[in-house]
């Protein structure tokens, strides 16, 4: 039987969060309707002298990924905001992206559509970056020189017969690092073409960006 949705009423949540809340998270959700998700461990980039002179500039971070219908994550979002007080400087960081196609996940599947989109005033991307391990910080160096404010290092492993899978036709061996910024709609062409540039992106196996709309978020700050 096939488990191939197609359903634009579908959207992706991701939370990110410091060490040892995404399992609250989570169970929050869950607890409002949300069916389940996934905790992954990343790494937050924080530009501070202070933080660096003291060692203590990563900070370890979850990112929780969710995904249900429009109407259910309006909803959860704002039951896990008021909780975990993502409007407050440093409480985390939430973002809906829209799914225009699931495989596998009959859970995903909704009866309700809802008309209005709900959408911040300022208009995000999210920005995504996959490439060699240990180049991650080159990446949120560049993404700073185009006006960045920082990102999430997350570590890729693969999966399978050789432990890779495949990401936009990309292998995701285990020394690969993903970084994930957001950004300003009117920043991401600059931001873009500086990672490129720095990276080297468009030379063969120097690594793949991808870029999501990004439909709702909690936590951002100018």
Do not use: W
């Amino acid at each position: 039987m096939s488990t191939d949705t197609k359903n634009p009423d579908l959207n992706l949540v991701c939370i990110i969060v410091n060490f040892g809340l995404g399992s609250k998270v989570l169970q929050t959700a869950k607890k409002h309707g949300m069916r389940g998700g996934t905790v992954l461990l990343g790494k937050g980039t924080i530009k501070n002298h202070l933080l660096e002179l003291l060692a203590i500039n990563d900070v370890k971070k979850e990112i929780v990924l969710m995904g249900s219908d429009r109407k259910t994550v309006n909803y959860v979002l704002e039951k896990l905001d008021q909780k975990f007080k993502f409007s407050k400087p440093n409480h985390g960081i939430a973002f809906t992206t829209s799914i225009n196609r699931v495989i596998g996940a009959r859970s995903l599947k909704s009866d309700h559509m809802l008309e209005r989109r709900g959408a911040d005033q300022k208009m995000y991307h999210a920005i995504t970056v996959i490439i060699e391990k240990g180049n991650a910080e080159d990446v949120i160096d560049a993404a700073s020189e185009a006006g960045s404010k920082g990102g999430t290092i997350i570590n890729g492993r693969g999966s399978g017969i050789h432990e890779t899978s495949k990401l936009f036709s990309m292998n995701i061996e285990p020394e690969k690092e993903i970084v994930m910024i957001l950004s300003e709609r009117d920043s991401t062409d600059a931001i873009v073409s500086s990672i490129r540039k720095k990276l080297k992106i468009d030379e063969p196996g120097n690594g793949i960006i991808f870029i999501q709309d990004i439909n709702q978020t909690y936590g951002l700050y100018d």
